[in-house]
């Protein structure tokens, strides 16, 4: 059974940073596309980054120059570096995972940026 695991989540001051870490397991081959997205509340989800097995990587507007996503294929990982991070990066962050046609998500983990 596939799972999608998020870590690393939490409080934050304005212009701090934190990590987020996924890790996929139950797989035999390597996930295709991995990406993070959010949803604040009253928000719809929204992707933030993604990166290919290639390593190929995609961000939204509102975090490029500020978040940074990679991948440790070897892990079936993929981590979030975000930085410089704003109250309006407050939300859900969940990790999805393009496996076998298929997309799975995991639970969420939550960032909340505030003073």
């Known amino acids: 059974q596939v799972q999608v695991v998020e870590s690393g989540g939490g409080l934050v001051q304005p212009g701090g940073s934190l990590r987020l870490s996924c890790a996929v397991s139950?797989?035999?081959?390597?996930?295709?596309?991995m990406g993070w997205y959010r949803q604040a509340p009253g928000k719809e989800r929204e992707l933030v980054a993604t990166?290919?097995?290639?390593?190929?990587?995609n961000s939204a507007d509102s975090v490029k120059g500020r978040f940074t996503i990679s991948r440790d294929i070897a892990k079936n990982t993929v981590y979030l570096q975000m930085n410089s991070l704003k109250p309006e990066d407050t939300a859900v962050y969940y990790c999805?995972?393009?496996?076998?046609?298929?997309?799975?998500w995991g639970q969420g983990t939550q960032v909340t940026v505030a003073s």
């Open positions: 999805n995972a393009d496996y076998l046609g298929r997309n799975y």
């Open positions: 139950g797989i035999i081959f390597r996930p295709n596309a």
């Open positions: 990166i290919g097995s290639g390593g190929s990587t």
